[in-house]
């Protein structure tokens, strides 16, 4: 872990959490990133996307926790829904490090979408969709083109882990996980919701890591249906 410098220009930063996280990211990755970091900070001085300013405290919050995500996520798990993603959080950059993933990015915010669909444009990049869309208790997987669920429903931003569970589980296919992606009190939420996640007949396991270059403890809980 190295200290954090705030002097470092945002793409600097992106190039060390890159390193500092250990994948084998694609090459052009660092340049996708920047790029996104670019059009968020000019976006987010006229429409306001996320409460974070600087483009060096995007670097290391927005990227920092996707790349915990993108390092652990199995190989297996092909198709991402991103319920809530904001502004592309954890979708789009997500998409960005593992390219071989298809992402559906939803939001219910249309300002959004609009930022993600250009980012999306300007990047060039396939198989990622971003729409629209509220996702209700009871949503069937089919509204969004798939018929038989996604592999992986994750999300950062849409609340508790038992809404979250109840949120995706009419969009799982038979082999998904849910994973919600949650800071220093992972573990704490996870022990006071065991009990709500089991009647809803889900089981649930941490995964603890350390976000890259600030070493901040961040919590993955990945459900499974039981």
Known sequence: MMETNKGLL???????????????????????LNIYLEELHQWNAVVNLTGIRSRQEMALKHIGD??????????????????????????????????????????????????????????????IQAEHLRIGDGQAPGIMGRRHGFDCIVSQAIGSIVYLARLAGPLMSGRSI???????????????????LDELGFRARPIEALQPLTGLKRTLIVMERI
Not at 10 to 32: F, N, S, V, Y
Not at 86 to 100: N, S, T, Y
Not at 183 to 194: D, F, T, Y
Request: aromatic letters at 2%; one cysteine or more; glycine letters at 10%.
């Open 10 to 32: 945002h793409r600097d930063i992106i190039e060390h959490l890159l390193k500092d996280t250990g994948g084998a990211w694609p090459c052009q990755a660092a340049d996708q």
């Open 66 to 127: 996707t790349l915990v995500l993108a390092k652990w996520l199995p190989a297996d798990k092909g198709s991402v829904l991103d319920i809530g993603t904001g502004a592309g959080v954890p979708g789009l950059i997500l998409k960005i490090l593992r390219p071989d993933l298809e992402l559906v990015l939803v939001d219910a915010v249309r300002k959004k979408i609009s930022f993600l669909k250009n980012v999306i444009a300007r990047l060039g990049l396939t198989r």
């Open 178 to 196: 849910v994973v919600a992606m949650k800071g220093p009190k992972g573990m704490e939420e996870l022990e006071h919701s065991a009990k709500a």
